[in-house]
């Protein structure tokens, strides 16, 4: 539930002065669902990627 509000209060500071604000993100209990059977998608988009580093020995 927060990162829905943190999504939307993020967009609402990026919007100029004036701009119509866009629907609110509402919870959707088939998403949640998912989530919990393993079908996860972020809210945001995909972070960096782990990477392994091979140092010189």
């Known amino acids: 539930m927060q990162d829905l509000l943190k ?3 993020e967009l609402l500071n ?5 701009t119509e ?3 609110p993100t509402i919870y ?3 998403l949640h ?6 079908h996860y998608s972020p809210l ?8 392994i580093v091979q140092l010189s020995q």
């Open 21 to 23: 604000p866009p629907p």
């Open 44 to 51: 945001r988009g995909e972070g960096p990627k782990n990477r």
């Open 28 to 30: 959707d209990p088939e």
């Open 7 to 9: 999504k939307d209060y």
């Open 14 to 18: 990026q919007l100029s002065p004036g």
């Open 33 to 38: 669902q998912c989530h919990w059977t393993g």
